[in-house]
C-alpha cells in the first residue's frame, strides 16, 4: 500500500523527542506522503516549517481551529495568507466550528470561518475542514460562499447519516480517522463509509489523537502515528466490503486529486 494521511498533528509536542522515528515509521508503514495540519496561530508556521525540511514527503496547512477562534484577529488574517502563499501550504485550515467543547464563543468561532473561507475564495486553494455539533451552522455559512471556493474535505467526520449525505451533495470530500475503529461511539460510521464515493474519501490518523482502539497491541503511550494509518484503511475496506488495495488506491488518488499534490 502506498498511502497518503491527509490530517496529521506533527507539530504537537508529543512528538518533539522522536519526531524523526515517527517519519520513519510512517515511511516504512507505507505512508508516503502526509499534510501537516496547521491549527493556530502558533502551529501552522510550525506546520509549514516541518514540509519545507521534508520537501516532498511533507505538505501542511494553515489556518485556526475553532477553538482557537479567538486569536483570529486581522494580524492573525495576514500571518495565515502569507503562509498560504507558500507552494507546501496545500489548504486553508484547519478551520470550521465546534459546538462541542465551545472552547471559543460562538460568534467568534463563526467569524473566524468566515475570513478563512475568504481565504480560500482569494487563493483558490482547498478547504480543510472542522465541523462537530454545529452541522446546520457549518452548512449555511459555506452555502454563502458557493461558486466562490474550490474543494474541502470534512476532516475526521463522526457525524450521522443526514450530515453524510447533506456533505456529498454539496461535492464535499469525506476524511476517515481511527474514530471508525472506536467500537463506543463510531459504530455508526460502519455501516456509512459504504455510501462514500471512491472519487470523495480520503483516510487520515489525526495523530496524536484518535488512536485505533481495535490496534493490537496498543502502544503503552496510548499515542496515535502516522504508521497506524494502514490499519485504518484495513478497517475502512473491510466495511466497504471492497479488498484493502482497492480502498488504499482510492483513497491515495483522491488526496492527489483534492490537495493538487505532484
Known amino acids: 500500500m502506498q498511502l497518503i494521511d491527509i490530517g496529521a498533528n506533527l507539530t504537537h509536542d508529543s512528538f518533539d523527542h522522536d519526531r524523526d522515528a515517527v517519519l520513519q515509521r510512517a515511511r516504512d508503514a507505507g505512508v508516503r506522503r502526509m499534510v501537516v495540519t496547521g491549527a493556530s ?42 503562509l498560504l502563499a507558500h507552494p507546501e501550504v496545500v489548504a486553508v485550515g484547519e478551520c470550521g466550528l465546534d459546538y462541542f467543547r465551545d472552547f471559543a464563543p460562538r460568534p467568534a ?7 478563512q473561507l475568504q481565504i480560500a475564495a482569494d487563493t ?7 465541523q462537530r455539533d454545529a452541522h446546520d451552522d457549518f452548512v449555511a455559512i459555506m452555502r454563502e460562499f458557493e ?7 470534512v476532516h475526521c467526520f463522526t457525524a450521522g447519516r443526514r450530515e453524510l449525505f447533506e456533505c ?18 463510531g459504530q455508526h460510521l460502519r455501516e456509512l463509509v459504504g455510501n462514500i464515493p471512491a472519487q470523495r474519501l480520503m ?3 489525526d495523530a496524536p489523537y484518535l488512536l485505533p482502539r481495535t490496534l493490537k497491541p496498543l502502544p503503552k503511550d496510548r499515542r496515535n502515528e502516522p504508521a497506524f494509518l494502514p490499519h485504518i484503511v ?6 466497504r466490503g ?10 491515495t488518488a483522491s488526496a492527489e486529486a483534492f490537495f493538487r499534490l505532484p
Open 124 to 130: 483558490g486553494k482547498p478547504l480543510f475542514l472542522h
Open 147 to 153: 461558486g466562490r471556493i474550490g474543494p474541502a474535505v
Open 168 to 185: 456529498l451533495d454539496r461535492d464535499w470530500y469525506i476524511g476517515i480517522t481511527g474514530w471508525l475503529c472506536d467500537e463506543r461511539r
Open 41 to 82: 496561530r502558533e502551529h501552522s508556521p510550525k506546520a509549514l516549517e516541518l514540509a519545507q525540511a521534508h520537501p516532498g514527503f511533507l505538505y501542511a496547512t494553515a489556518g485556526v481551529h475553532p477553538h482557537h477562534a479567538v486569536e483570529y484577529t486581522a494580524e492573525c488574517d495576514a500571518e495565515m495568507r502569507a
Open 234 to 239: 484495513e478497517e475502512l475496506a473491510r466495511d
Open 109 to 115: 468561532q463563526r467569524k473566524a470561518f468566515e475570513r
Open 242 to 251: 471492497e479488498p484493502v488495495e482497492v480502498t488504499a488506491a482510492a483513497t
Open 203 to 205: 483516510v487520515e490518523t
